[in-house]
């Protein structure tokens, strides 16, 4: 069973960093691909990024050129960098992670971030 543990959430300001983790336990690590999604109050959940095991990632239009993802399988961590935070970024972030990107069938219990104008 693989188990994921998100950190790192809380209340900032626009234009603020934050810098989530999520680690995890179980299956190993190297092989798994990882994603953050989020949601917000009254949306769907909708995708971040992800990570495949060889390190390629991607990102929602939303989120690009703000967000990095990225991984350190020593740690079995995986981090989403966020920068030049807005409101709109406002939601509960959730780590997934899957034998490949897009097929996550592990998710963790998230993280509230809150950015404020």
């Known amino acids: 069973q693989l188990q994921l543990v998100e950190s790192g959430g809380g209340l900032v300001q626009a234009g603020d960093s934050l810098r989530l983790s999520c680690a995890r336990s179980?299956?190993?690590?190297?092989?798994?691909?990882m994603g953050w999604f989020r949601q917000a109050p009254g949306k769907e959940r909708e995708f971040v990024a992800d990570?495949?095991?060889?390190?390629?990632?991607h990102y929602a239009d939303s989120v690009k050129g703000r967000f990095t993802i990225s991984r350190d399988n020593i740690k079995n961590t995986v981090y989403l960098q966020m920068n030049s935070l807005k409101p709109e970024d406002t939601a509960v972030y959730y780590c997934?992670?899957?034998?490949?990107?897009?097929?996550?069938?592990?998710w963790g219990q998230g993280t509230q971030v809150t950015v404020s104008s």
């Open positions: 997934a992670a899957g034998g490949r990107v897009g097929a996550y069938a592990y």
């Open positions: 179980g299956r190993t690590f190297s092989s798994v691909a």
């Open positions: 990570i495949s095991w060889n390190g390629a990632t």
